[in-house]
């Protein structure tokens, strides 16, 4: 575990001096580096026998290329500094410049096409999830995971090791859903929470701001039902996952730990 934690904090290290610029943390929130993503790049790297150099410039650049990604998804709506969004939509594009460059100046055009695929898929995902365009929760569960993972599996596919891709998306899929949760609970908002509202209402217009309890109750209820279903599937699946490392295993048990089953929590308070 000691060697796959030196590597996740180096590689972390290396992350950040490309991201925090100086200038732009004085105007734009800290951008957010997920390191769960980053803890499955080093894990799949370090079954790689290449050159560390090339395997850190791999990791590097896909990280990069992820925080643009999230950094324009998590432009706040809210913000009436206009400066202060419109740096923020310059900063993920300059996360997004850097990771280009780092590929093209050692010559990696493979690699670039590899990534650029998966930012497609990602944006096309997005899209669909953001638009709530998908006809069933499953439907809808589906796109959350493919734009959760995309970029992690064309990784993982360009050096053959789609083994680790279904668990993968699962265990984003599982974040995701937590981090939707949290932000409903705290801000009774959720792009998540109005794509399951607008398909349990037959695609009715009806916001999150107009529930009833019995419909909040009832809404919390179906998400809670698709938590379970995510974490026992990723709980079933961790012994299919060749060449788990120790601290890799840690935080998928730290993760799945955040959720408890909805009926157990109702049995509880009862």
Request: charged fraction near 25%.
């Amino acid at each position: 575990m000691q060697e796959i934690r030196q590597k996740f904090t180096c590689m972390k290290g290396k992350v950040e001096k490309y991201v925090f610029n100086n200038y732009l943390l004085k105007h734009i929130e800290t951008p957010i580096i997920d390191e769960d993503k980053l803890l499955i790049l080093v894990s799949i790297t370090d079954l790689l026998e290449l050159p560390i150099a090339k395997l850190e410039n791999y990791t590097l650049s896909t990280m990069l290329i992820q925080t643009a990604l999230d950094t324009h998804e998590h432009i706040s709506e809210k913000t009436d500094n206009e400066k202060s969004r419109q740096l923020t939509v310059l900063a993920g594009d300059y996360y997004s410049g850097l990771y280009y460059k780092l590929l093209a100046d050692s010559e990696e055009i493979m690699m670039i096409k590899t990534l650029s695929n998966g930012v497609k898929e990602v944006n096309e995902h997005k899209i669909a999830v953001y638009h709530k365009e998908s006809d069933n929760l499953e439907n809808l569960m589906n796109n959350i995971k493919s734009l959760e993972s995309a970029l992690l599996k064309n990784f993982a596919n360009y050096f053959q090791l789609d083994l680790w891709n279904e668990q993968t998306a699962n265990i984003l899929l599982f974040k995701r859903l937590l981090a939707e949760k949290k932000q409903y609970v705290q801000r009774k908002w959720s792009i998540v929470f109005e794509a399951i509202m607008h398909i349990i209402n037959s695609h009715d217009d009806v916001h999150l701001s107009e529930l009833t309890d019995k419909q909040q109750s009832h809404l919390i209820n179906v998400y809670d039902q698709l938590l379970d279903r995510t974490k026992q599937t990723i709980e079933d699946g961790m012994n299919k996952i060749p060449f788990l490392n120790e601290f890799l295993e840690s935080r998928i048990g730290f993760l799945v730990k955040q959720h408890q089953p909805y009926v157990k929590t109702f049995l509880e308070e009862g």
